[in-house]
């Protein structure tokens, strides 16, 4: 995090120097990825929900919907990021998948995490009191943090205590077209 908000503020710095803007359409070319990165946060707020299809990467971890290898239901989890055998870590609404492609990830009125199906029937949701202003940010432990959006010290929930999830770092589960044995909601026994 602290990383890309150096060369974020980099960037602003360095398109305030003159010295520089010889420079600028090579050195924006460069850094347009990143300038995406800088504004996309690995964040989901208010107004930023998650769709299926759309993901959160963030240093080496990603955020999404998946399916199970040889399943077409959809999960809502965390894995790691672009590695050759997928382990998911976390797995949201593991007792009640989604059947399609309509499935949501957001931050409901009542400020906690939920998964939404085509119907916007809650299939899984964080379930605690929070502040209706919350934000979940995935962070560089694989862990997603709801959290106040004024003050991201103040701590509603996280999906490293989760009641509910049963996945520990380590468990491989086979996702999409990952080779390998289906391990999905087996791993545990
Ligand atoms: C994903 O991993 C492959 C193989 O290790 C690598 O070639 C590729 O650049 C990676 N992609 C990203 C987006 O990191
Ligand atoms: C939405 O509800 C209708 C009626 O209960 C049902 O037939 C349909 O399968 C539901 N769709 C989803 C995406 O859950
Ligand atoms: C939230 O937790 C309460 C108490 O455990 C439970 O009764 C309720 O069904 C839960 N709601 C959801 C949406 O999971
Ligand atoms: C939520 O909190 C953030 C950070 O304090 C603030 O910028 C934003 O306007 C708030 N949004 C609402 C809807 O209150
Ligand atoms: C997945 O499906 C393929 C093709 O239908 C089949 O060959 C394979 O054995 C299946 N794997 C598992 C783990 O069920």
Redesign the pocket.
């Known amino acids: 995090m602290s990383a890309i908000l150096r060369v974020c503020q980099m960037m602003g710095i360095a398109s305030k120097n003159p010295g520089l803007k010889i420079h600028l359409f090579s050195f924006l070319f460069t850094f347009s990825s990143l300038a995406l990165f800088c504004s996309a946060a690995s964040s989901i707020t208010q107004g930023q929900p998650l769709r299926d299809g759309d993901t959160l990467i963030y240093d080496g971890f990603e955020l999404g919907f998946f399916s199970p290898k040889n399943s077409s239901s959809r999960y809502v989890g965390i894995w790691y990021y672009n590695i050759s055998e997928p382990s998911v870590i976390w797995v949201a609404n593991r007792e009640r998948p989604i059947f399609d492609k309509a499935g949501i990830l957001k931050i409901g009125s009542d400020g906690n995490v939920v998964v939404l199906d085509g119907n916007n029937t809650?299939v899984?949701?964080s379930?605690v009191s929070a502040s209706s202003n919350s934000t979940a940010i995935l962070n560089d432990k694989g862990n997603l943090v709801l959290s106040s959006s004024g003050d991201t010290s103040k701590k509603y929930w996280q999906s490293f205590v989760d009641p509910t999830n049963t996945f520990l770092p380590g468990m491989n589960v086979e996702v999409n077209s990952a080779k390998g044995e289906n391990r999905f909601l087996t791993s545990s026994e």
């Open positions: 809650a899984w949701s379930n």
